[in-house]
């Protein structure tokens, strides 16, 4: 079985994830700093953990750190959903939850025609190019 990324504080033993004793201590103190109020930059640093801001955010998002199938728990349901919450109200506070703007998807409001084909050329390149400038584009 081929993996994929290892999640920070996991390792992979004889195919099997495990926590990584030195790493999962430094996941802890990450959510602890965060929840006693030091940012996400801060909190990554006094934890030991070298990345930044948005490392750090994806760090604390990763929703393995509850537990699955295949991931032992590192953290507990009540840390990991208070530090969502907690994600969330900073961003409302400082105005970045209205950010975020659903995208409507839209293509180009065309129509296309294509020319009666009249001439034949036994080269492939030239009969394609041909039928290429019998196509017609009407904006609609």
């Keep these: 079985m ?11 033993e004889n195919g099997k994830a495990v926590i990584d004793n030195e790493a999962v201590v430094k996941i802890q103190t990450l959510y602890e700093a965060y929840l006693a109020g030091a940012s996400l930059q801060k909190a990554a640093n006094d934890a030991g953990i070298d990345v930044k801001h948005c490392g750090a955010k ?25 530090a969502e919450a907690e994600k969330q109200r900073r961003a409302k506070a400082l105005g970045r939850l209205n950010r975020k703007q659903n995208k409507v998807e839209r293509s180009a409001p065309t129509q296309f025609y294509i020319g009666k084909m009249i001439e034949h050329y036994d080269n492939p390149a030239a009969q ?11 904006v609609i």
């Design 58 to 82: 994806r760090i604390m998002g990763n929703r393995h750190y509850l537990g699955d199938s295949f991931y032992p728990a590192l953290i507990d349901k009540e840390t990991f959903e208070q």
């Design 2 to 12: 081929k993996m994929g990324h290892t999640p920070y504080g996991y390792k992979i």
């Design 128 to 138: 394609a190019e041909y039928i290429y400038s019998l196509i017609e584009r009407s």
